[in-house]
Nanobody, 120 residues
Framework: QVQLVESGGGLVQAGGSLRLSCAASGSIFSFNAMSWYRQAPGKRRELVAR???????NYADSVKGRFTISRDNAKNTVYLQMNSLKPEDTAGYYC??????????????WGQGTQVTVSS
């Protein structure tokens, strides 16, 4: 069983920056992808950024150019650097680890989340 622990959330003014961390209890290299999702009150959880085991990344259009996802396999940690934050970035941010076993069998691990609040 893999545990994911997020940290780094907080209150920041618009235009500011935060760096979120997701520390895994096991090797993140074994996962097909590591991702950050977010969920604002009354809204569906949405993908923010994803980094594959090979290093390729993809981002939600709303954060492109402002957020950067990275991974440190030696530390089993994934990061989300968030710059130029906007009030609409306010949400709970959740780390996800995705494993594809093939033949349609997949499994997702989730962290408990960390709150990001951006004031205007």
């Amino acid at each position: 069983q893999v545990q994911l622990v997020e940290s780094g959330g907080g209150l920041v003014q618009a235009g500011g920056s935060l760096r979120l961390s997701c520390a895994a209890s096991g090797s993140i290299f074994s996962f097909n992808a590591m991702s950050w999702y977010r969920q604002a009150p009354g809204k569906r959880r949405e993908l923010v950024a994803r980094i594959a085991s090979g290093g390729s990344t993809n981002y939600a259009d709303s954060v492109k150019g402002r957020f950067t996802i990275s991974r440190d396999n030696a530390k089993n940690t994934v990061y989300l650097q968030m710059n130029s934050l906007k009030p609409e970035d306010t949400a709970g941010y959740y780390c996800n680890a995705h494993r594809d076993y093939g033949l349609g069998l997949v499994y997702d691990y989730w962290g408990q989340g960390t709150q990001v609040t951006v004031s205007s």
